[in-house]
């Protein structure tokens, strides 16, 4: 069926994957979250301090580390990280070295924490442009956690959201799913593959900007947004806390009537009409 037409690589397959949960609109359950974080502002904050901008990604790294650590407990069961855009092969040639260097060295010294943790840690986005050791250092923590059930940490290294659409419209086979249904779930199976994730319930941004940067385009149809000016650096558990506090906080309505309205018997649709 659907599973049947994508061309699904050995690793796929023989993969524990986690229930597929392409579609899920969570939120229905808030226990259970997905959070992304664009984490923005290493450059700034390495600048106010006179530093070179690596020395900004190299306290991001602690951000990170706090993140995670917190993430269980704020009730958040998958993480995504955006780390390298496909754009960031943009900057100068001895920042992406760098970057390079303190992803290869970070998922080692990490995994061992990663295990005990109950971590999970996959990468999503493209392999074929990493340097080789890099590809195989994320292949063996990919391994090494995958048993992990308290946090699913995705992080996105050379990834765009465009061109994991472009690959699942490319997965499309002749002859695909007819039905609006059936097409949604294809794609999203396709987009999430090889490990398969949900939506995202709340994409937060550090740093100030308010944009999107071609970052899980089609899982974040329906997020909650969340932008602040804290540089990623500076992000503490404590943020991360606010941040899903603000998101407990919302409506959300996914384009039907207020839940909350629905509840005191006002379902007048010019009153509630919702987005
Ligand atoms: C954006 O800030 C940040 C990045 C492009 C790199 C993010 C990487 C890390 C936080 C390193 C650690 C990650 C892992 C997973 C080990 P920017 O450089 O664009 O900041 P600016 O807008 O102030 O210039």
Redo the contacts with the bound molecule.
Sequence with gaps: MIRSTLKISRRDRDHDEPPYHGSERAGQNRDRLHVAI??????????ERGRP?TA???A??K??RDAVRCAPDLGITTLT?????AD?WR?PQN?VSH?MG??H???ET?CARLVDGGVRLTVIGRRDRLPTSLERRIARVEERTQAGRSLHLR?A?DYSARESLMSAARRLAAGGPQTRQAFERYVSQAIHAPWGTRDVDLLIRT?G?QRLSDFLLWESAYAELFFTNV???DFSGADLGRAVEAFKGRDRRYGGLSQRSTASRDSSPQAEKAV
Excluded at 38 to 47: E, K, L, P, V
Excluded at 81 to 85: D, N, P, V, W
Aim: proline share 2%; aromatic share 12%; no cysteine.
């Design positions: 664009i984490m923005d502002g290493n450059g700034r904050w390495a600048r901008r900004g990604h190299v991001g790294t951000a990170v990280l955006y780390a390298f855009s960031n900057r920042e970057l303190l992803f060295k970070h998922l990490e992080v290294i740093g900007e540089l990623w650096p």
